[in-house]
Nanobody, 126 residues
């Protein structure tokens, strides 16, 4: 078991920045690849970004590439999502999730993740 808790969400104006954190407890954090997903009202949950166990590999959705950066600090058992140039379309509940799946191409599928946080709301005003 690994428990995940997101924080750092809030209200920000378009063009602004936020950094989300995903704090893990339980099993060894570095045993897991970490993903970020989001779900906007009335829409399905979608992949945002993912990072490998020791940070060597990352993967981003096209919609956030160049604006968002995923990172992790295994010594702090925490993953991060730095979000810049935010747009109203980025408004959603953001979730972090953990997976043992090592295939980067499968990181986009929420079904590959066995552990989820409760989510943190990000609202971008125009």
């Amino acid at each position: 078991q690994v428990q995940l808790v997101e924080s750092g969400g809030g209200l920000v104006q378009a063009g602004g920045s936020l950094r989300l954190s995903c704090a893990a407890s339980g099993r060894t954090f570095s045993n897991f690849n970490i993903g970020w997903f989001r779900q906007a009202p009335g829409k399905e949950r979608e992949f945002v970004a993912a990072i490998s166990k020791f940070g060597a590999s990352t993967h981003y959705a096209d919609s956030v590439k160049g604006r968002f950066t995923i990172s992790r600090d295994n010594a702090k058992n925490t993953a991060y999502l730095q979000m810049s140039s935010l747009e109203p379309e980025d408004t959603a509940v953001y979730y972090c999730a953990a997976t043992r799946q090592n295939s980067l191409t499968l990181w986009v599928s929420e079904h590959e993740y066995g552990y989820w946080g409760q989510g943190t709301q990000v609202t971008v005003s125009s």
